[in-house]
């Protein structure tokens, strides 16, 4: 096959930091459904929220989308909290997660990319950043800067989310609470308030993570709904809530894409996250670094 | 005489945590074996390893003098194996009446064949009803239970499967004195009628009364199998689980 | 018992549909059987997936997937070799219906929540293939001309009316399918699978097989839904046949309608469906979506047994006092 070695490299650069900043993306998931088992397919719906919200006080106040993301953090997180707090007493108390949560993650997801349809119409959006254009250059890769420094915020998230988790009360505290609850009660914490803080955080990462992906590509309202299956597929194929597989599956389906949509066409890309995602349900549900 | 179950030095582990350490265990047919130990001990996992809820990584289980490794669970219902939950699992949304016809359906007519009209089955379940004591609460639903009269449901829906080997997982917690008397008076009945009865229990006296054999769990091993007398004065026993 | 239970309510239905196909016959409005079609797929479309999701408890996100293969399988056949709708009907039915099973067996043992996950990646999937498939079209669309009139037991009829009548037999069939499986031993498995899978195998379902038996009927009826779809709206896209108002309707009718009932659906989508179709007339598509999202929310926090639900609730308390 005939395939140009500068085209190739270039894809897997792209691949990689397009990996990193899917790590950050999928890491509020490895929290919520890795952990707390809790399936919200609304995620990806938060992220999307998190991008218009950068993009609106980028273009009328001209703040920079990380800065932005920033700010959005305690928002998103009460946010998140209070959806959990409603999650819980609707179904969690009730022990009917299954069929009414996920639909009524599903009807999250569908109001808000209806409402974001509603008030900011179809048309792809962007922002304005100092870093959006030029590229670093070495050698044979071309790294546009719009791409590598979401994937170092990224990546500097998804450390501190790494840290906060094993190095903090409260982040172990949400490990254990994933594995066993009576545990968590006799240590004194209150399970149902340490997995509102721990949904909270997984929204309030969504959000950076959209104001992330405005930096990278223009984004509309469906442009949540791709992620779904990326998100999902990185989760499941790393292994639920290990954060180094989530790392590690995320560059992958990063990589692999990008050769899809370098090699075959952009069209074809979709397929790759769910295609993957469906693949590792049937093959290996327990992730790369299977439990 | 072949036992009719063979459990051959299974394991099993969730993580790094070992549920299951190598059990052997032998029920001879129409025998009454007790199965105690700690909480925690693994008493439920090997339930859930032998009637397939939960999959072992080694060893291997025979029933009946045949290997059941790869059967689904409800497989291993229609040949004979039943259990009762430790913690109830009605059919929330039916009636008692209903959840015993389930497994009249399901297991007692896909082995015996249609063999019943829908009369002969309404009066199957009242009679499993009025066994444990339920006949009057045939039409109400679960969520109007007390949590002892749905572990009776539990073990009349294990029984409602006939079964020949029974495994009543902690039926008897929360019951009064007469109660856990008619329990066991109940199981006394079926294992005469033919059926193995494996009884994991707390409640010492009434394990002692009805155990023609006796095995101790402890941390996933098994550390005692004998007759229930001499399975009580064995030091290990009472440093691990009776002396408490 | 059963079975003459299930005839006597089919005789009726039958009868009930005839009814309404003479009159909408005489009255003859072609709004009105364009605006009745979408309702009437809607039907089969909510009974189909309260098949899988009301009584087995199994969430299907793809239903569009589903629904659209029966569309394509029916526009693949128009190119290659054109079939009168009934038998296309029958095409979509055995495609969706395979791949319903497929996809079941694939991704059945796990538990509810992936199986869920798995029908929206299915979804996605399938949409980027037909993107991709230039014989059906593809990204472009493609087109089937309807004829205006077709002859049916002697007379002419408008195909609208034609494609009316077709949907309102297939909506009958599915309500049927859906009562009589309910009051089945079938149902009653199905039933167990949704309050405790695992209380179920230890009482000797096999829950698995029952499993696959609700995709595969379901995904079959949703292909029956799609089948006439392309000469119903004579030019079709993949957005459209994929439509998340798909995924959406089919999950938000039966939830307000109701699960636990073959009722449910039926009044989900009569209601939901009427009001969307007034609300994209006089408001705007876009605003209608939004309402259906927001009540599938609410009623799934607040009523989550549905209308049936909250009337049967009533009658109870009616009953105690």
């Given at each position: 096959m005939?395939?140009?070695f500068?085209?190739?490299?270039?894809?897997?650069?792209?691949?990689?930091?397009?990996?990193?900043?899917?790590?950050a993306?999928?890491?509020?998931v490895?929290i919520?459904?890795?952990?707390?088992?809790?399936?919200?397919?609304?995620?990806?719906?938060?992220?999307i929220?998190?991008?218009?919200l950068?993009?609106?006080?980028?273009?009328n106040?001209?703040?920079?989308?990380?800065?932005?993301?920033?700010?959005?953090?305690?928002?998103?997180?009460a946010?998140?909290?209070?959806?959990?707090q409603?999650?819980?007493?609707?179904?969690?108390?009730?022990?009917?997660?299954?069929?009414?949560g996920?639909?009524?993650?599903?009807?999250?997801?569908?109001v808000?990319?209806?409402?974001?349809?509603?008030?900011?119409g179809?048309?792809?959006?962007y922002?304005?950043a100092?870093?959006?254009?030029?590229?670093i250059?070495?050698?044979?890769?071309?790294?546009?800067?719009?791409?590598?420094?979401?994937?170092?915020?990224?990546?500097?998230?998804?450390?501190?989310i790494?840290?906060?988790?094993?190095?903090?009360f409260?982040g172990r505290?949400i490990?254990?609470?994933?594995?066993d609850?009576?545990?968590?009660?006799?240590?004194?914490?209150?399970?149902?308030?340490?997995?509102r803080?721990?949904?909270?955080?997984?929204?309030?990462?969504?959000?950076?993570?959209?104001?992330?992906?405005?930096?990278?590509?223009?984004?509309?309202?469906?442009?949540?709904?791709?992620?779904?299956g990326r998100?999902?597929?990185?989760?499941?194929?790393?292994?639920?809530?290990?954060?180094?597989?989530?790392?590690i599956?995320a560059?992958?389906l990063?990589?692999?894409e990008?050769?899809?949509?370098?090699?075959?066409?952009?069209?074809?890309a979709?397929?790759?996250?769910?295609?993957f995602?469906?693949?590792?349900?049937?093959?290996?549900?327990?992730?790369?670094?299977?439990? | 005489m072949?036992?009719?179950?063979?459990?051959?030095?299974?394991?099993?582990?969730?993580g790094?945590?070992?549920?299951?350490d190598?059990?052997?265990?032998?029920?001879?047919?129409?025998?009454?074996?007790g199965?105690?130990?700690?909480?925690?001990?693994?008493?439920?996992?090997l339930?859930?390893?032998?009637?397939?809820t939960?999959?072992?990584?080694?060893?291997s289980?025979?029933f009946?003098?045949?290997?059941?490794?790869?059967?689904?669970?409800?497989?291993?219902?229609?040949?004979?194996?039943?259990?009762?939950?430790?913690l109830?699992?009605p059919?929330?949304?039916m009636?008692?009446?209903?959840?015993?016809r389930?497994?009249?359906l399901?297991?007692v007519?896909?082995?015996?064949?249609?063999?019943?009209?829908?009369?002969?089955?309404?009066?199957?379940?009242?009679?499993?009803?009025?066994?444990v004591?339920?006949?009057?609460?045939?039409?109400?639903?679960?969520?109007?239970?007390?949590?002892?009269?749905?572990?009776?449901?539990?073990?009349?829906?294990a029984?409602a499967?006939?079964?020949?080997l029974?495994?009543?997982?902690?039926?008897?917690?929360?019951?009064?004195?007469?109660?856990?008397?008619?329990?066991?008076a109940?199981?006394?009945?079926?294992?005469?009628?033919?059926?193995?009865?494996?009884?994991?229990?707390?409640?010492?006296?009434?394990?002692?009364?009805?155990?023609?054999?006796?095995?101790?769990?402890?941390?996933?091993?098994?550390?005692?199998?004998?007759?229930?007398?001499?399975?009580?004065?064995?030091?290990?026993?009472?440093?691990?689980?009776?002396?408490? | 018992?059963t079975?003459?239970?299930?005839?006597?309510?089919?005789?009726?239905?039958?009868?009930?549909?005839?009814?309404?196909?003479?009159?909408?016959?005489?009255?003859?409005?072609?709004?009105?059987?364009?605006?009745?079609?979408?309702?009437?797929?809607?039907?089969?479309l909510?009974?189909?997936?309260?098949?899988?999701g009301?009584?087995?408890?199994?969430?299907n996100?793809?239903?569009?997937?589903?629904?659209?293969?029966?569309?394509?399988?029916s526009?693949?056949?128009?190119?290659f070799?054109?079939?009168?709708?009934?038998?296309l009907?029958?095409?979509?039915a055995a495609?969706?219906g395979?791949?319903?099973?497929?996809m079941?067996?694939?991704?059945?043992?796990?538990?509810?929540s992936?199986?869920?996950?798995a029908?929206?990646?299915?979804?996605?999937v399938?949409?980027?293939?037909?993107?991709?498939?230039?014989?059906?079209?593809?990204?472009?669309?493609?087109y089937?001309?309807?004829p205006?009139?077709?002859?049916?037991?002697?007379?002419?009829?408008?195909?609208?009316?034609?494609?009316?009548?077709?949907?309102l037999?297939?909506?009958?069939?599915?309500?049927?399918?859906?009562?009589?499986?309910?009051?089945s031993?079938?149902?009653?498995?199905?039933?167990?699978?949704?309050?405790?899978?695992?209380?179920?195998e230890?009482?000797?379902v096999?829950?698995?097989?029952l499993?696959?038996i609700?995709?595969?009927?379901?995904?079959?009826f949703?292909?029956?839904?799609?089948a006439?779809?392309?000469y119903?709206?004579?030019?079709?896209?993949?957005?459209?046949?994929?439509?998340?108002?798909?995924a959406?309707?089919?999950?938000?009718m039966?939830?307000?309608?109701?699960?636990?009932s073959?009722?449910?659906?039926?009044?989900g989508?009569i209601?939901?469906?009427?009001?969307?179709?007034?609300?994209?007339?006089?408001?705007?598509?876009?605003?209608?979506?939004?309402?259906?999202?927001?009540?599938?929310?609410?009623?799934?926090?607040?009523?989550?047994?549905?209308?049936?639900?909250?009337?049967q609730?009533?009658?109870?308390?009616?009953?105690?006092?």
């Amino acid at each position: 096959m005939d395939i140009s070695f500068d085209l190739l490299i270039n894809a897997i650069a792209a691949g990689l930091l397009l990996g990193g900043f899917y790590a950050a993306v999928t890491a509020g998931v490895s929290i919520s459904f890795g952990m707390l088992d809790i399936v919200n397919i609304a995620h990806p719906g938060f992220v999307i929220l998190g991008s218009y919200l950068a993009y609106f006080l980028n273009i009328n106040f001209g703040i920079d989308p990380i800065l932005v993301s920033i700010l959005m953090l305690p928002i998103f997180y009460a946010l998140g909290a209070l959806i959990y707090q409603v999650y819980y007493l609707s179904f969690e108390k009730r022990g009917q997660e299954s069929l009414r949560g996920l639909a009524f993650f599903f009807g999250l997801l569908f109001v808000t990319e209806v409402s974001l349809i509603l008030v900011f119409g179809v048309d792809y959006r962007y922002v304005e950043a100092a870093y959006i254009g030029p590229s670093i250059h070495l050698g044979l890769v071309d790294l546009p800067l719009r791409m590598l420094v979401p994937c170092i915020a990224a990546l500097a998230l998804f450390g501190a989310i790494e840290l906060f988790i094993s190095h903090t009360f409260t982040g172990r505290a949400i490990m254990a609470v994933s594995q066993d609850q009576l545990a968590l009660q006799l240590m004194a914490a209150d399970p149902i308030r340490i997995k509102r803080i721990a949904f909270g955080l997984s929204i309030a990462i969504a959000a950076v993570a959209g104001a992330l992906l405005i930096i990278i590509q223009p984004i509309e309202p469906s442009v949540g709904r791709e992620y779904i299956g990326r998100i999902f597929a990185i989760c499941v194929l790393g292994g639920l809530g290990s954060m180094p597989g989530t790392l590690i599956a995320a560059v992958l389906l990063g990589i692999v894409e990008s050769l899809t949509a370098t090699f075959y066409g952009p069209s074809w890309a979709p397929a790759v996250s769910f295609g993957f995602l469906l693949l590792t349900l049937a093959f290996r549900p327990a992730g790369l670094l299977g439990r | 005489m072949s036992p009719l179950l063979h459990v051959d030095s299974i394991s099993k582990r969730f993580g790094g945590f070992v549920a299951l350490d190598g059990i052997e265990l032998e029920v001879q047919p129409g025998e009454r074996l007790g199965l105690i130990g700690p909480n925690g001990s693994g008493k439920s996992t090997l339930v859930n390893c032998i009637c397939g809820t939960l999959h072992n990584e080694s060893g291997s289980v025979r029933f009946d003098g045949q290997a059941i490794d790869g059967l689904a669970a409800h497989e291993r219902t229609h040949r004979g194996l039943a259990r009762s939950f430790q913690l109830p699992r009605p059919f929330h949304s039916m009636s008692l009446a209903d959840n015993l016809r389930i497994p009249l359906l399901y297991t007692v007519h896909a082995r015996l064949g249609p063999l019943r009209s829908a009369g002969d089955l309404d009066s199957r379940c009242h009679e499993l009803l009025d066994m444990v004591g339920l006949a009057k609460k045939a039409k109400q639903l679960p969520r109007d239970l007390t949590q002892v009269e749905m572990r009776k449901l539990e073990l009349a829906r294990a029984v409602a499967a006939e079964p020949k080997l029974l495994i009543a997982d902690e039926s008897m917690a929360g019951l009064s004195h007469s109660e856990i008397e008619d329990i066991l008076a109940l199981l006394v009945r079926l294992n005469e009628r033919g059926i193995t009865v494996i009884l994991i229990e707390h409640i010492m006296s009434a394990v002692m009364s009805f155990s023609q054999r006796l095995a101790v769990l402890v941390s996933g091993k098994k550390i005692a199998d004998g007759k229930p007398e001499d399975v009580v004065r064995n030091p290990e026993v009472v440093r691990a689980y009776l002396g408490q | 018992m059963t079975i003459v239970n299930t005839a006597k309510f089919s005789l009726i239905a039958i009868a009930v549909a005839a009814a309404v196909m003479a009159f909408a016959h005489w009255y003859n409005v072609d709004y009105l059987f364009f605006a009745s079609y979408t309702i009437l797929q809607f039907i089969v479309l909510a009974t189909a997936w309260n098949i899988l999701g009301g009584y087995c408890g199994y969430v299907n996100f793809g239903s569009a997937a589903f629904f659209a293969m029966g569309a394509y399988s029916s526009v693949f056949m128009h190119k290659f070799y054109p079939l009168p709708i009934p038998m296309l009907i029958l095409i979509g039915a055995a495609v969706s219906g395979i791949a319903g099973f497929g996809m079941g067996y694939l991704t059945l043992r796990l538990r509810g929540s992936f199986f869920a996950i798995a029908t929206l990646a299915l979804a996605v999937v399938l949409q980027t293939l037909v993107v991709n498939w230039e014989y059906v079209g593809g990204s472009r669309g493609a087109y089937i001309i309807r004829p205006e009139t077709i002859e049916f037991a002697g007379i002419q009829i408008n195909y609208i009316e034609y494609l009316f009548g077709l949907m309102l037999g297939l909506a009958i069939i599915a309500l049927v399918t859906a009562r009589a499986i309910e009051r089945s031993q079938l149902g009653f498995g199905f039933a167990t699978i949704r309050d405790d899978e695992l209380a179920a195998e230890a009482c000797g379902v096999p829950t698995l097989r029952l499993k696959l038996i609700a995709t595969t009927l379901s995904g079959a009826f949703m292909g029956m839904a799609g089948a006439p779809f392309p000469y119903y709206i004579g030019y079709l896209q993949p957005q459209s046949a994929f439509g998340l108002e798909y995924a959406v309707n089919s999950i938000a009718m039966p939830m307000i309608g109701g699960t636990t009932s073959w009722v449910g659906p039926l009044v989900g989508a009569i209601l939901l469906g009427s009001a969307q179709q007034y609300a994209t007339v006089t408001i705007s598509s876009a605003v209608n979506l939004l309402i259906v999202g927001l009540m599938l929310v609410a009623f799934v926090i607040i009523a989550p047994n549905g209308l049936i639900g909250l009337v049967q609730e009533h009658l109870r308390k009616r009953r105690r006092s």
